[in-house]
């Protein structure tokens, strides 16, 4: 019969998911489905957002960080300007829970770039390293990739000479070492050329501290970059916290300038909450209350309370929502990681960091559209971490990602998925650290990606835009996710759309690259969920 051969090459409706759709570039995933590759560039993007920590549940993070290693070089190839472009942008807007994968970014194009990849990356270094830590990370991953160059020399060097005396010295008192490497290390290898007098007091201080005189003094200088470092050394020789005290309020020393023996003192950290810096505040909430200092009600609670409030706030200190959500899975269960600290949270702190993480993601919009926001909870998203907060997998992260839009939309459906429907219960009203218990405690199972096209149709739900957090590791069903999207819009007569968020770096996407009505964006991006606001609505 004929027939028989000409079923094997027409377009089919159903493929089972361990098969490729006929006529599709499709490629085998991780669990022996099938689903499309990523773009470079949009694999790229995934790794400058998520990194690598923590692997995946099928790929360790050895092998995974050599993916995308390798995914990188690739778009290097292709064009490396671009490569420092699309890194920078994301690292500039504050849209990665952690700067690490993109300085490792920048210290590949600085290898392994053509000579205007090269000069692009060391331009960006400013951009991209904002802290002498980011400077640190940088130095440390090019060395393993290059040696020291008159470029990368003229590069680092350039990245000190760019900063104001007083921005300068913040710098060299604030982050003096990292991974052993020091600020002495790095001008001396750069050989960076000062450009006014201030910075080249400076710099020997740094080079030649035992010719810096000035700065054990009895008196301060006048200049106010000197006097900064005047104030570190002083702190140095401190004997009670009285004069700690008085060194904060007069000069603003950061927490990383005191001898650690002032530091459980609350006195000074009530010195140092004054203009601490957001991120700094998010990191020591425990500590702070540790020492006695944020309680129910206190001075120390009002201020933090406010400033968890204030968008603005937020926003200029570049605080990613995973920052929030790392801090109130800490700060909320009242002790330490790996210490034995312990302390007591307060309502008002926890709530506020509750309500700081929607903050964080900025103005989101609503897409006024009929929303099913499908979570898979299978066995693979339990493996692997977001961000390198410990304990957040990608199931977790996918459910707290998802109450973004859940608080932002009216009309939406919230399901959970592996191999077949499951209920969540789970709300935006609920606070997240509930969200996440209750997400972790459903039984784990293997991954059908089409069940949420699948559901609706069964039970006649109107969809306009399905939104599936997911790894894309999908394998169990009898028919590919974006054929079932084809079968529910065919049967609705509804120009239903796919968003595919991704909540691991690897390869795979199940969007068909074809379907103007699919999209792919990177899980915890914080620009992600106006994206699936403006896409759902037909706006991109």
């Known amino acids: 019969m004929p027939n028989k051969y000409i079923k094997y090459l027409t377009p089919q409706k159903a493929t089972p998911q361990s098969a490729p759709i006929p006529g599709t570039n499709q490629v085998p995933n991780s669990a022996g489905g099938y689903a499309w590759n990523v773009s470079r560039w949009d694999r790229l993007k995934r790794f400058v957002i998520l990194g690598s920590d923590g692997g995946t549940y099928y790929i360790s993070e050895r092998a995974l960080t ?55 990356a060391f331009a960006a270094l400013p951009k991209a390293c904002r802290t002498g830590t980011h400077l640190f990370q940088f130095a440390e991953y090019v060395q393993t990739f290059r040696g020291w160059g008159r470029a990368l020399r003229r590069g680092v060097g350039e990245w000190y000479t760019h900063l104001a005396p007083r921005a300068l ?82 000069y603003d020393l950061p ?126 998203m339990g493996g692997g971490v977001i961000a390198g907060v410990p304990g957040l997998t990608p199931r977790e992260a996918s459910a707290v990602m998802a109450m973004v839009t859940a608080r932002t939309e009216d009309q939406y459906a919230l399901m959970g998925f592996a191999t077949q429907f499951m209920p969540l219960n789970i709300s935006p009203r609920m606070r997240l650290d509930d969200v996440v218990k209750s997400i972790s405690n459903i039984p784990f199972g293997g991954t059908d990606c089409a069940l949420p096209m699948l559901y609706a149709m069964e039970k006649g739900m109107s969809v306009d835009a399905f939104v599936t957090y997911t790894d894309s590791e999908s394998w169990h069903g009898a028919v590919h996710p974006s054929q079932a999207l084809v079968q529910y819009r065919e049967k609705t007569g509804i120009p239903a759309r796919l968003v595919v968020v991704a909540m691991t770096s690897n390869n795979f996407t199940i969007a068909d690259p074809n379907d103007p009505l699919m999209l792919d964006v990177v899980g915890f991006d914080s620009a992600t969920p106006q994206l699936i606001t403006d896409f759902a609505r037909g706006a991109i």
């Open 66 to 120: 050599i993916e995308n290693a390798n995914n990188v070089l690739a778009c290097i190839r292709e064009d490396g300007v671009r490569v420092v472009t699309e890194t920078v942008a994301i690292s500039d807007a504050g849209r990665a829970p952690k700067n690490d994968p993109a300085i490792f970014v920048l210290a590949l194009v600085a290898a392994h770039g053509d000579e205007n990849a090269r000069r692009s």
């Open 255 to 380: 927490r990383e300038a005191l001898p650690t023996q002032f530091l459980n003192a609350p006195e000074v950290w009530e010195a140092l909450l004054v203009k601490m810096p957001m991120t700094a505040m998010l990191r020591n909430l425990g500590v702070m209350a540790r020492v006695g200092l944020l309680t129910a009600l206190s001075v120390a609670e009002h201020i933090i309370v406010g400033r968890l409030g204030n968008a603005e706030l937020l926003r200029k200190a570049r605080i990613h929502p995973i920052a929030v959500l790392s801090a109130l899975k800490i700060y909320g269960r009242g002790h330490g990681e790996r210490s034995g600290a312990t302390w007591t949270p307060t309502a008002r702190v926890v709530d506020a960091l509750d309500a700081a993480f929607y903050l964080a993601f900025g103005n989101v919009e609503p897409s006024n559209k009929r929303l099913m926001l499908a979570l898979d909870v299978s066995g693979s």
């Open 169 to 250: 010295a913040y710098q060299l008192v604030k982050y003096r070492q990292r991974n052993g490497w020091t600020h002495t290390d790095l001008l001396r290898l750069s050989h960076a050329k000062p450009n006014d007098e201030a910075q080249n007091t400076l710099f020997k201080w740094v080079t030649k501290p035992e010719e810096a005189t000035w700065a054990r003094e009895l008196a301060a200088p006048s200049d106010e970059a000197l006097a900064f470092v005047w104030a570190f050394e002083r702190a140095q020789q401190a004997q009670d916290v009285a004069t700690i005290v008085k060194l904060i309020e007069q």
